[in-house]
Nanobody, 127 residues
Framework: QVQLVESGGGLVQAGGSLRLSCAAS????????MAWFRQAPGKEREFVAATNWNGGRTYYADSGKGRFTISRDHAKNAVYLQMNSLKPEDTAVYFC????????????????????WGQGTQVTVSS
């Protein structure tokens, strides 16, 4: 059974940093994209960042460019999100996600491309 478990969320002041981690178990995902999404109260789940199967390519929503860094570790079957210069508008539940087999036209920012999801970790940024 596939499980994705996020950790690292919490309460931080504006301008601070957090590092989210997501550990996958049940199978390895070395050929699959991995991503982070977030969902604020009353809003739809939105794309934050993604990495291709080997971490060689990364993709970011405009909201996180220059502040967030996604990385992955095949040996640990894990994906990470380093978040710096956090803003109150970054407050949300953050979800890690693992995609299917990578292909040329993969839509990294699309929720529907990711069949596996974690339970989410709360990030709250105070002003």
């Amino acid at each position: 059974q596939v499980q994705l478990v996020e950790s690292g969320g919490g309460l931080v002041q504006a301008g601070g940093s957090l590092r989210l981690s997501c550990a996958a178990s049940g199978r390895t995902f070395h050929t699959c994209p991995m991503a982070w999404f977030r969902q604020a109260p009353g809003k739809e789940r939105e794309f934050v960042a993604a990495t291709n199967w080997n971490g060689g390519r990364t993709y970011y929503a405009d909201s996180g460019k220059g502040r967030f860094t996604i990385s992955r570790d095949h040996a640990k079957n894990a994906v990470y999100l380093q978040m710096n210069s956090l803003k109150p508008e970054d407050t949300a539940v953050y979800f890690c996600a693992v995609g299917g087999m990578e292909r040329a036209d993969y839509q990294y920012e699309a929720v529907g491309e990711y069949p596996y999801w974690g339970q989410g970790t709360q990030v709250t940024v105070s002003s």
